[in-house]
């Protein structure tokens, strides 16, 4: 995200609509698409918190589906 957004700023009279429409079809993933397309981003920064929270969500759910049993106390 970092990167894009560098690379972003590099670009002179670069329309917002235009990096918001190429960053939501960069994403290809169904949940984020959705969740985008209930309520669009008003700008740039609320598409970049949006976008942090969702990537901090899939690596929490992507390490608890590696490492499933880290952490539980099991009974026996």
């Not at 429409?21 to 209930?38: E, P, Q, S, W």
């Not at 942090?52 to 690596?59: G, L, N, S």
């Amino acid at each position: 995200m970092d990167r894009f957004s560098k690379v972003c700023m590099g670009i002179r009279n670069l329309m917002p609509e235009i990096v918001m429409h190429h960053l939501v079809g960069a994403i290809c993933l169904d949940r984020f698409t959705k969740n985008l397309v209930k309520k669009s981003a008003q700008n740039m920064e609320e598409l970049r918190n949006r976008t942090t929270k969702f990537m901090q969500i899939e690596e929490h759910i992507d390490y608890h589906k590696n490492h499933p049993t880290e952490g539980i106390n099991k009974v026996k």
